[in-house]
């Protein structure tokens, strides 16, 4: 039996076939369902819904040269480690985003974060890009790499600097390297600034290469990525794929299983599932449906799943 006959059924909801979603409203499936049933789906479920999860004092391991620490917040969040180079990715704390709760606490509390280096940021999405979090990261002198259209969003954040990029272009200061590489999404924020990139990013560092994907469809894209680049960690995201219309411009787990071997990295540690609910698949979905397709496809000595505040050596 396939893997998508495995599926558990989700809620039965109306689909509608549309075109690729232009605004944060469609963040959720708002528009794709009468207002009653996106309401009790989305806010009113998440609202009843106790938080889970607990915030740790994470106990950051030293490293040597060529080790990484992984720390995954909650959602597309990481803290990045290296022996003497800090950065994160899409840092976000919000217990709500607008009407939607946060329904697993972040890992780590800004103020338990060390000095950050570089900010990396995948898109202008109010769940990868949100200023109240960037706000509270320590206040050490950070520069922020962020796609072609998005620094006029980074103003008065506290960055010393403030780099776009677009894709395939890189930025460095010594060692260190970031390359925005291409996703299949879009970047629009709000109603009126399509003109705003989006992508996902390269780290390198001390001979290490590690992929965060932002939020992407599964494309071409990830063998060229593999191709070019070849990371040995994939931080792939797994959630807000259902409605099956939602794959426009987010994976599923079956997908971020052929975007990994497509890279042909080491380490398939999973993202973007558990924190916000921003569609209609259960929240456990993502990750059991996973962890089914890893075993099936004898996959699990590579996949990582992290715990919110646990920081992980690689
Ligand atoms: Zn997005
Ligand atoms: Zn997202």
């Not at 409203?25 to 009653?36: A, D, K």
């Not at 780290?203 to 994907?213: D, K, S, V």
Request: aromatic share 12%.
């Amino acid at each position: 039996m396939s893997a998508e006959a495995n599926r558990p059924q989700p809620v039965d909801v109306r689909q509608r076939r549309r075109g690729l979603p232009r605004s944060f409203r469609e963040l959720t499936p708002s528009n794709h369902f009468n207002p009653r049933t996106f309401f009790r789906e989305m806010v009113w479920k998440a609202f009843i819904t106790e938080r889970s999860g607990s915030t740790k004092v994470p106990a950051f391991p030293r490293l040597g040269h060529g080790e990484l620490a992984l720390t995954w917040i909650g959602h597309a969040s990481f803290l990045v480690q290296f022996p003497d180079l800090n950065l994160i990715v899409d840092p976000n704390f919000a217990n709500w985003l607008f009407l939607l709760k946060r329904l697993k606490r972040p890992g780590i509390r800004p103020q338990d974060l060390p000095p950050i280096d570089v900010v990396l940021l995948t898109h202008a999405h109010f769940d990868h890009f949100h200023k109240p979090s960037l706000r509270k990261l320590p206040p050490s002198p950070k520069i922020a790499v962020l796609p072609w259209g998005c620094g006029s969003l980074a103003r008065r954040l506290g960055f010393e600097r403030v780099v776009e990029l677009k894709w395939w272009e890189s930025f460095g200061a010594g060692e260190w390297r970031v390359t925005l590489v291409p996703a299949k999404h879009w970047g629009a924020r709000t109603l009126r600034d399509s003109h705003r990139g989006w992508g996902g990013f390269i780290i390198e560092h001390q001979g290490r290469r590690l992929y965060h994907a932002g939020d992407s469809a599964y494309f071409d894209g990830f063998a060229e990525i593999g191709e070019r680049m070849r990371p040995e960690i994939a931080l792939l995201p797994i959630g807000a794929y259902f409605p099956d219309s939602f794959r426009h411009v987010h994976m599923g787990p079956d997908e971020a299983v052929k975007a990994f071997r497509d890279l042909r990295a080491d380490w398939l540690v999973p993202m973007h599932f558990g924190t916000f609910k921003l569609s209609f698949e259960a929240m456990d979905e993502p990750e059991r449906w996973l962890r089914e397709l890893v075993e099936a496809e004898r996959l699990h000595r590579h996949l990582r799943v992290l715990e919110e505040g646990v920081p992980e050596r690689f």
